[in-house]
C-alpha cells in the first residue's frame, strides 16, 4: 500500500548514458534536489510510523555512497526496510561488494534490484554483474533482483546465457520499453512490444497501484512508473509540504479516484465520443497501461479538459 512505502529518486547523475533511459540520466547530469533537503525528507520517511519500506533509486545512487550511507543511517535509527536500485558498475570491485553487502546487513537493507540490459551493457561490463550475483549468494537474507528493458531488437537473451549459473535463485523481470524520456527519441516506435489494444483489452485498462515517489526533479508523482514522470499529475503543492499532506492529496485527488474507481476506460469513452483519440496521441496498441496514463496527463491542458466531466462525475456519484 502506497501509505506503508516510499521512493525517493536521488539525483539524474548516472555513469551511464543508456538509449532507453526514462529519466534522460548520464554522466553530466545534475538535476536533483538540494542534498540537506534529501535529508530531512529522509528522516521524515524514517520518523512517520506508517512506512515501513523507504527506496532509493537514481540515476546511479551509489556514485555518492558516501550520502547514501547518511541516509542509510537515518533510516536504519528508526528500524526501517530498505530497498535499494543500482546498474550494479561495482561488481567488478571485491572490496565494494564485501562493504556494501556488510552495509546491507548494517542499514537493514532487504531488497537490491539491479537494473541491467543490453541497453545497459555499452556502459557496465557483464563481468560486474556476474560477480555481483555470485558475490550476493553469501547473504541469503538479501533479495537481490535483475529488472531487463527490453525490445523486439534488443531481448537480452545473450545475457542470461552469458550470466550462466550466477543468476540461480535470482529474480528476473522483463518489462516491455515504455516510450518515454530518452527512449521518445532513440528507441524506434516499430522496435516497442505493444501486447494490448484499448478495445480489445479494456478489462486491462486500470491502475496496477500507487507509490508515492519523490522525483529529483523536485515534483511528487503518486507511482514509480517511467511514464508518470512526464505527466501533469505532480501532488506537489510546496516545498514545505509534509508527507501527510501528500498522502492526503493523493487521498482526495479526484482525477485519480477516478482512475481507481472507474479505471482509464472512463477517459477514454470520452475521447471516443468526441473523435479526440487522436489528438490527445493515444495509441490503439500499447505495451503497459501506463503508457496509457501517460498520454492522457501528459499536459495540462488534457487534464483541464477533463475538469468538467471529472466535477460532474463528482456531483452525481460521490456522496458528501
Known amino acids: 500500500m502506497y501509505h506503508k512505502s516510499v ?6 547523475k548516472c555513469n551511464a548514458s543508456c538509449s532507453h533511459c526514462c529519466f534522460s540520466c548520464s554522466p553530466s547530469s545534475t538535476l536533483k534536489m538540494d542534498d540537506l533537503y534529501i535529508k530531512n ?3 521524515e520517511f524514517a520518523k512517520n510510523p506508517q ?9 546511479e545512487i551509489f556514485l555518492n555512497y ?17 530497498t535499494l536500485i543500482s546498474n550494479g558498475f561495482w561488481g567488478n570491485s571485491k572490496k565494494l561488494l564485501k562493504q556494501y553487502f556488510d552495509d546491507f546487513i548494517k542499514y537493514n537493507v532487504i531488497a537490491l534490484t539491479i537494473s541491467y ?9 557483464i563481468s560486474s554483474i556476474k560477480k555481483l550475483f555470485e558475490f550476493r549468494m553469501k547473504y541469503p537474507e538479501i533479495e537481490v533482483s535483475l529488472n531487463m528493458a527490453v525490445t523486439k531488437d534488443k531481448m537480452s537473451d545473450d545475457i542470461l546465457k552469458n550470466l550462466g549459473s550466477s543468476i540461480l535463485g535470482v529474480k528476473i523481470t522483463k518489462f516491455p520499453m515504455i516510450s518515454v524520456g530518452a527512449a521518445k527519441k532513440q528507441i524506434l516506435n516499430k522496435n516497442i512490444h505493444n501486447f494490448y489494444n484499448i478495445e480489445t483489452d479494456k478489462d486491462l485498462l486500470y491502475c496496477p497501484g500507487y507509490e508515492i515517489v519523490y522525483h529529483h526533479d523536485g515534483e511528487i508523482y503518486p507511482c514509480c512508473s517511467p511514464a508518470i ?9 510546496s516545498m514545505s509540504q509534509s508527507l501527510d499532506r501528500t498522502i492526503e492529496k493523493l487521498n482526495s485527488n ?4 477516478i482512475v481507481r474507481k ?25 505495451p503497459s497501461v501506463c503508457s496509457i496514463c501517460g498520454s492522457l496527463f501528459n499536459t495540462s491542458d488534457k487534464i483541464e479538459f477533463f475538469r468538467p466531466f471529472m466535477e460532474k462525475y463528482y456531483s452525481e456519484t460521490i456522496k458528501i
Open 262 to 286: 472507474e479505471g482509464f476506460s472512463w477517459f477514454l469513452n470520452i475521447l471516443k465520443e468526441r473523435k479526440l483519440l487522436e489528438e490527445f496521441e493515444v495509441p490503439s496498441e500499447f
Open 229 to 237: 514522470f512526464h505527466t501533469q499529475l505532480s501532488l506537489r503543492e
Open 51 to 59: 512506512i515501513e519500506v523507504i527506496s532509493f533509486t537514481g540515476g
Open 66 to 82: 558516501p550520502f547514501l550511507k547518511e541516509l542509510l543511517t537515518i533510516t536504519s535509527s528508526f528500524n526501517k526496510k530498505v
Open 7 to 12: 521512493s525517493i529518486n536521488l539525483g539524474s
Open 117 to 125: 540490459d543490453e541497453y545497459h551493457e555499452p556502459f557496465i561490463k
Open 254 to 257: 479526484l482525477l485519480l479516484y
Open 41 to 43: 525528507l529522509v528522516l
